[in-house]
């Protein structure tokens, strides 16, 4: 059972703080949401989970144990990132991308094997970029990109994946490509999965659990049907919308309307 | 039913053979580049040495080089002098040529990789203003006298590089970290500073312009053992130091961010890539000069010959940069005899359109 558990977690930059208080478990075989609005910390918290960015208080505990002893190879070798908005080498293959998230298994002066090159076939079939492997980085598209992040990070073989807008860039074909696939590996493969996420209606779609942040703060935590609700969205993001449930599955749709049609116009 | 396998399979081949997936790294066409470029490098070795303004014939040379080496006997045939010319006067230079090429080109590519930045060259955060003044320094001080007969200017102008990237680090680190943007700046902005001390000293220097001048374009116009010796375990050791961080490096072209989840310690990794680059390049820079273009020009070559995988980019580099500066400083000593062409001229002149016809051919990504 991988767990990752936060403990009284205080994150920000210099004399910042970005983030406090924070208290949550992301345990193997959920999907765990994020949301909340632009600048609420969503980011902080996944650079604070893979110590890009210092602990200020608190502990992040990984199955039971510190991070704070341990280093920055062995995190890698258990969490996995797919950044918002991925800087990809341009001179370098798709391939060779995907092959550099074998580095924390690989030794000092090692060189990829077949097993690793096995892993990164393996990791770029399951995110439909297989056909992509020889072009160069700089001539893919930014859905072509953002695939290219998932499969490296599927080719870390992490037990956790720590996922930071993972469909910002995609059209909703590959949104729903993109979040189905992974809450798939994660129920299969038992991963662990937090995503951030800005669209309610996917958050509420894929996650088990949904975490909303407001100002620093975890503001309400629970099934998607308790956190996604107008009270909610109205406080945390201070937007009018409507909450309807999907005809099929009963989960919330937040719906906008736009003010035009307030005055039956 | 056969039909419509046929074409299945047919479609998988033509899909699968696209990828060569047993040679992702594509790493034997790059070590045998590697074997052959070693070759030529003793091949250009033996032609330097044998070229010059008395010409000796590649024979006699290569004997010369092998009797010099214990256990091998080889009866003389050749007059003293010839032997003196070789020895003590075109393999020093050569070979300081040659360190001084494979320092440069292997600080020029660490330099673009941690700072992710084509136009980064190993003088991007200081060495070259400051050794440039130390250099100039040294000129004007009027005592001649010298340790180990090491003149004063080759230790100033070490002295000076290393203390200005002192400062430039000192002034560019923010807590514990060491934003690479704030390094650059800071570097550019104390390089421009010291080069204002040095152009002063060199419009009112008065007799000593034209030593001066042509130190800081570059050249090994007055060659000893001792320079190859004392630069020789500094530059070899500290660039197959460097070679051992390829894998760093590439994951380092992600962002840093990335890098770190990727599960490298960058800042340590920055830290110690930095002082090694430096000191390879302070260390070719005392007795050289200040030799431009081969730092920024060979990694790009190598980059667009045989791609940008700093683990085949990093050794590739120590050996086209070695090559190109034996060949460019033969050229600086043959061309118009007895005068000899500053280096900083010679590499550019002849690298800039060769880099350019490269870049022409190939077209694609450099960096």
Redesign the interface.
């Known amino acids: 059972m991988q767990k990752l558990s936060l403990k009284n977690v205080t994150l920000g930059y210099g004399e910042t703080i970005v983030l406090s208080g924070i208290d949550m478990e992301i345990l193997s075989g959920e999907v765990l949401g994020i949301v909340g609005p632009n600048g609420c910390g969503k980011s902080t918290l996944i650079k604070g989970i893979t110590r890009v960015i210092p602990l200020k208080g608190g502990d992040i505990l990984l199955n039971e144990r510190s991070t704070k002893g341990i280093s920055q190879n062995d995190i890698a070798r258990t969490v996995a990132v797919v950044p918002q908005s991925a800087a990809l080498p341009e001179a370098f293959t798709a391939f060779e991308i995907v092959l550099m998230g074998r580095t924390p298994h690989m030794k000092f002066l090692e060189y990829e094997g077949q097993k690793d090159v096995d892993i990164a076939v393996k990791a770029m079939k399951m995110t439909d970029t297989i056909h992509l492997a020889e072009r160069r980085a700089g001539e893919l598209s930014g859905g072509e990109r953002q695939r290219l992040t998932i499969a490296r990070a599927l080719a870390q073989q992490p037990q956790i994946i720590l996922l930071d807008e993972p469909t910002s860039h995609l059209d909703i074909n590959y949104q729903i490509e993109t979040l189905e696939l992974i809450s798939e590996l994660c129920k299969k493969e038992r991963l662990a999965v937090l995503a951030a996420l800005h669209d309610l209606n996917l958050a509420a779609q894929y996650c088990d659990r949904i975490i909303m942040l407001n100002k620093g703060r975890i503001f309400n935590e629970g099934t998607p049907c308790e956190v996604v609700t107008a009270i909610n969205v109205k406080q945390v993001y201070g937007a009018d919308v409507c909450i309807s449930s999907h005809p099929v599955n009963r989960l919330p749709v937040t719906l906008v309307t736009g003010s035009r049609w307030h005055n039956g116009n | 039913m056969l039909l419509v396998l046929s074409r299945e399979s047919a479609i998988v081949i033509i899909?699968e053979k696209?990828?060569d997936?047993?040679n992702?790294?594509k790493?034997k066409g790059r070590i045998l580049a590697s074997i052959l470029l070693f070759v030529l490098l003793l091949l250009v070795i033996f032609f330097a040495v044998s070229m010059g303004s008395s010409s000796i014939p590649f024979s006699t040379t290569i004997s010369i080089i092998l009797s010099k080496i214990p256990f091998i006997s080889i009866s003389e045939t050749w007059q003293g002098t010839t032997e003196t010319v070789i020895t003590s006067l075109r393999m020093p230079r050569v070979l300081l040529a040659g360190l001084t090429g494979a320092a440069l080109a292997v600080a020029g590519a660490t330099y673009q990789g941690l700072f992710?930045n084509p136009l980064a060259d190993p003088y991007l955060i200081g060495v070259s203003q400051g050794a440039g003044l130390g250099a100039v320094i040294g000129f004007l001080i009027p005592i001649s006298s010298s340790f180990w007969s090491l003149n004063l200017v080759s230790i100033f102008a070490f002295i000076g590089g290393l203390g200005a990237v002192f400062v430039v680090y000192s002034l560019g680190k923010v807590g514990k970290s060491l934003p690479m943007t704030t390094l650059i700046l800071a570097g550019v902005a104390l390089g421009a500073f010291l080069s204002a001390i040095t152009s002063y000293l060199l419009i009112t220097s008065g007799e000593s312009f034209r030593g001066m001048s042509s130190w800081l374009l570059g050249g090994f116009s007055s060659p000893k053992w001792i320079h190859v010796w004392i630069t020789m375990p500094v530059i070899v050791l500290g660039s197959l130091f460097i070679c051992?961080y390829g894998?760093s490096l590439?994951?380092m072209?992600?962002?840093e961010?990335?890098a770190?989840?990727?599960?490298?310690?960058v800042e340590q990794t920055k830290r110690i890539l930095l002082v090694v680059a430096t000191l390879i390049t302070a260390a070719a820079v005392s007795f050289g000069g200040i030799i431009g273009f081969v730092g920024i020009i060979i990694p790009h070559a190598v980059?667009l010959i045989w791609?940008?995988?700093f683990r085949f980019l990093l050794p590739l580099s120590i050996l086209c940069g070695s090559i190109f500066l034996i060949l460019a400083d033969l050229l600086a000593r043959t061309v118009m005899p007895p005068t000899e062409i500053p280096l900083g001229i010679v590499t550019a002149f002849f690298g800039a359109p060769f880099f350019l016809y490269l870049l022409k051919r190939k077209k694609?990504?450099?960096?």
């Open positions: 899909a696209k990828i997936y047993t992702p790294v790493w992710r051992l894998r590439n994951v072209q992600f962002d961010e990335q770190q989840q990727l599960g490298i310690n980059r791609g940008p995988d694609k990504a450099v960096f």
